[in-house]
Every structure is written in C-alpha cells, then in structure tokens.
C-alpha cells in the first residue's frame, strides 16, 4: 500500500530535508531511521528538497508499506511516537498506487516571514528580521516582477541539476499579518535557492540597496545584480497543490 505523509517541520536543528550520504540529521534521514525501527525498510519520497534550517507547515511524502501494515490508525501513532518533536504528522492517508509526492504536485506554495521589529530571540529561527523598514507597496512592486513564466537562471544556486531553468510562478504578492510581513510565492515548481535569492533581491529593493530597474534586469538575464540568499529562519513550505 501507497501511503500519502503530510508533514510539518521545524527545521533549524536540520542539516536540510533530503537523505545526504554525509549525515543522518535530514528530515528526511529522520523519517526514515524511525520507518526503518517500525519495519517499513521503504525510503520516503518528498514533494521537494528544503535548505537547512528551512521549515514546514505541510511538506508531502509517499511511502510504500510493506503488508502487515495495514491499520493507519495505528502506524500515525506509532510513527508519531517514534519521530522528535520538532517533526509533526498532520495526516496520513492512503494514496493511489501511482500518486507521486513530487511529480503528481501542479503547485508549491511557500511564504517568507519577516519583522522589522526589534530581534527576539525566542523567534530568531522562526522569523527573518530586517533593520530596514517594510515598505509593503515597494516590496509588492518587487513582487509582482516575478509572476509569470520566466527562465529563472539567474535566481538560482549554483548545482541546480536540472534540464531548464524556467519556471511559472502563478502568484508573488505580499501582505500583513499580526505585526509580520510576509511574502508570497505560488509556482509550478523552484530552482535550487530560488526563493531565498527572490527574497534577498525583494528586501534589497526595500532597502534601496537594489531598485526596480535592475531586478527587472535580473529577470530579464540582462545582468546579474546580486546573487545573495535571504536567511533561511523565515523560509516555509506551506502547502503542495496536487
């Protein structure tokens, strides 16, 4: 039986969400040492790659079980007794034989917290803070630049291993909420960074430090005006479109 993992996640204790060679302390090594003390020898599959220290509030993941594995009830409790407490089940279902965490996904939504209030410590892992202030309807000029379909080569980390650069991104908008500016990003899918370097450039035209122009520049490929990746603190996979 195919089952279908919806997940939450804390990432700053994470060296990232893929299986690495290097290192077990992956969301996905996590997941798969505590499947591995419940029998399922099956590696999970996600929706997409996260950076370490990105987090979660709905990453998706299939998993093929073996057949004495049959009662979901039960395997949700187990495997939440099993997995720390920085990773969080929401939902475990069954899945259709051929759905696929990664390629069945239409869309990925994530969003970019940020403050520019004074530092807390108790949500620097959580929240991005910026010593300039958020000007909404400047960064939503910036925002908006990246809807549509663009080739993305020069809003990407070095190592992407893929045919093509171009992605659509179906909305880019900002908003408030409860005294924290967040950004937006809806896409058919990401190049490896990217939206930490769309957010980098983002506050850099909040700042002056980058204007309008010379981001349009940098979507155009016209030239590369910075390359610089936003924290990875307020960076969350929000939701997976299938």
Do not use: C
């Not at 004495?68 to 899945?95: F, G, T, Y």
């Not at 409860?178 to 980098?200: C, H, K, P, V, W």
């Amino acid at each position: 039986m195919r089952i279908k993992l919806t997940l939450s996640y804390n990432g700053s204790r994470f060296s990232g969400s893929q299986s690495q060679t290097e290192t077990g302390n992956t969301v996905m090594g996590v997941l798969h040492q505590a499947l591995t003390r419940l029998g399922i020898s099956a590696k999970p599959v996600a929706s997409g790659r996260t950076d370490a220290g990105v987090h979660a509030f709905r990453q998706v993941v299939h998993i093929d079980l073996p057949p004495h594995w049959s009662d979901l009830v039960k395997l949700r409790r187990a495997l939440s007794h099993q997995l720390p407490a920085s990773i969080a089940i929401r939902r475990l279902e069954a899945a259709e034989d051929d759905f696929h965490a990664r390629f069945s996904a239409h869309r990925r939504v994530y969003r970019y917290i940020m403050s520019d209030r004074e530092p807390n410590p108790f949500e620097a892992e959580l929240v991005t803070f910026v010593a300039a202030p958020l000007d909404l309807d400047r960064i939503n000029e910036a925002m908006h630049r990246f809807e549509g379909e663009h080739d993305f080569e020069f809003f990407k980390k070095t190592g992407s291993d893929v045919k093509h650069y171009v992605r659509t991104v179906y909305k880019a908008f900002a908003y408030r909420h409860r005294g924290y500016t967040i950004l937006y990003f809806e896409a058919n899918g990401y190049l490896r960074s990217q939206i930490r370097m769309m957010a980098d450039a983002v506050l850099k035209v909040n700042s002056g430090e980058m204007r309008l122009p010379q981001l349009q520049e940098q979507i155009d490929l016209k030239a590369r005006h910075s390359t610089d990746l936003a924290p990875a603190a307020g960076l969350y996979l929000s939701k997976i479109i299938y």
